[in-house]
Every structure is written in structure tokens, then in C-alpha cells.
DNA sequence: CTAAAATAGGACCGCGCTGGTACTATTTAA
DNA sequence: TTAAATAGTACCAGCGCGGTCCTATTTTAG
């Protein structure tokens, strides 16, 4: 399957709460962020830690400290959050830069890869975490001018 | 990361070289497209059988057996290929039906990955095996009407 | 008819990585 | 001064991924 990790997941969950209506006061600790979403407070405290290193959250260390974004909702796309919390995005190992691949040399899809692991990119770039919370518009999640016939998942 | 096994990875190179000029006589031993690739046999071989349970493939008993495509390259999709090999395409643990998740109540983000999980099968599913060939026209692996501004992973 | 060459279908297995915990040091507000 | 918080890092179990192997069956070639 294509599946991105829970590090991912519970980074995307965990930023998300901070735009909740209950948490406007903008500082949330990892105690308050694991009890709201229910996970376990250790995995809660490592995202965060991660997504504060790759500056998508600033710290407030010390008693009633804690977390909140580093900039505005809307100018944080998914693809970062997930990026910062477990690096680039890479469908295949191939694209990831670091790999070394002894079947390149012969393999008649890797460039086609490439292009495709834009286009996820691209999905996720053009989505704010902003609009995460309410229903996507259609444009941010559908094909362009070549898409007529219905896909096959969709009976 | 978002990444695909190595059996998917495995079942689409597989799946291409049944379409390249070399190969046109169409039936092709798990050794001959073993050495062609250059994966290991045992995988290449335990692919196959997945492909051919899943009915991409035709199997020839026997000797001088083989492989061939079920039916032509362009009525075959990258994305039937994936789900062949290792199941329904879900980027999340929560979007396997047979996943039951503790934080579903509370999840604000489950309904956007829906959807942006059925945007990526899209673009999947429009991609037949005959396309990864080729450079892939663009309209395949673009966002729609919304797209305007160049994605920050392009510099 | 027999041998060789294939696929079918399993069982099996190591090892790395994911998911999760724990501990210590440091910072800071009350 | 103490308690509450983050920072950093080490640690760990389990299991799934990637990979092998073995036996049974089918089929063609000689």
C-alpha cells in the first residue's frame, strides 16, 4: 500500500489543534494536545518536539509553557507538516536522494515516478492546514482537463 | 514518508516489461524477466503469482511456460497494479476499512484524507501501464483549475 | 514415457524500522 | 524554591517487509 507513517499522522492531527475553537488561546501543552486527541502523551512530546526543531511550532519552555504556531494557518501547507516531521516525500526509494538503485540503469518507470511523486506533492503543497478542517474545495483535490470518465474505485 | 513497498515498486516494473520491444512475443519466464529487471528471482516469482491471483496476469504452466498480460497495456492502471500486489490504496491506517480507530470521534483531519486519498487513487487509476512508458502528458499528473502558484519543492 | 522446465502455494526467517517508553537536564512561572 | 513544562536522547519490543526455500503440480520436448 501507500501509507505515510503515524509520525505523520499524529503530526498533521496535532497541528490541526491548534486552530480548534477550543484552543484559541494559542498555547497548548503536550499533556492538554494528548488528551485532547487521545494519544499517548511520550508520542505526543516527540512530534512536537520534531515539528518545533523544523519551525512549524514555537516552544514556551517552563511552567505553563508549551506550543504554538509559528505562523499562520494558512500559510502551512500538509506537505510540510508531514515533510518536518519525517522528511522529504518519496513514493519509491529511488527518489529518495540518498539511495542508490542498482536496477536505474535498466528501469523503464522511475522517471514516470518521479512525476507522479510531484503530483502528490502538489496535492499536499496546495493544501493549507487551515483547510483541513473544513470540506476541501474540489479543485485542491481533482484531476484537471483530462479526467472525464468516472475512476474505477468510485462505482 | 508516503512510500510504497518494494512489492508494489516490484509489481509495476514487472507489469512494464511485458510492453517493451524486446518482449513482444508476449510470454515471459519469472527467470527471463528476473535477469531483464534484475531482482531476485524468489521475488520475482512471488510477485508474479500475486499479479496472476489478481488476474493482470495469465499463467502458462509447464515448460517453456510463462507470464502474459491479461489484457492490453492500456486498459490496465498503475493504480490496479498497486492494489493487485498489496491491497486497497489507503495513505492512512484509518482509511483500511477493517481498521478501527480510537480517535475517529475526535479525528478533525479523517474526512480531508478521504478525499485527498481518492485524489491520489485518480491520478493512479488514469495512468495505464502503456502511459509509464512514455513521458506522461501532463494534464495526467497536474491539479486542476486551482493550481496557480508554483509549489515550494520546485524552487 | 520420461525428464526437465515451468508455475502454485506454501512455510519460514532475519532484521530493521516503527511505534512507543523512560530518564535526565534545563528552563521558567508561581 | 518548587513544580511544571520542554529538550534531548537512549532504549526497547514486536512485527512487518523483503527475501528464501521446498514440495506439488503441470506441461512440453525428446
Known sequence: MIRMSKF?????????????????????SARELA?????????VSK????????????SHRGASGGYSLSRSP?????????TAVEGPIAMTECLDSTS???QESVCPVRTNWERINFAVQDVLD????????????????TLGVGETETPSHRQ
Chains 1, 2 share one sequence.
Open 74 to 82: 494558512a500559510k502551512i501547507s500538509v506537505a510540510e507538516v508531514l
Open 100 to 102: 542508490v538503485c542498482k
Open 47 to 58: 512530534v512536537l518536539k520534531a515539528l518545533t526543531r523544523e519551525g512549524l511550532l514555537v
Open 35 to 43: 488528551s485532547q486527541t487521545r494519544l499517548p502523551l511520550p508520542m
Open 126 to 141: 496546495a493544501i493549507s492546514l487551515a483547510d483541513m478542517l473544513e470540506p476541501l474545495p474540489d479543485h485542491l483535490v
Open 8 to 28: 505523520a499522522d499524529y503530526g498533521l492531527v496535532l497541528m490541526t489543534q491548534f486552530l480548534r475553537a477550543s484552543s484559541a488561546e494559542e498555547n497548548l
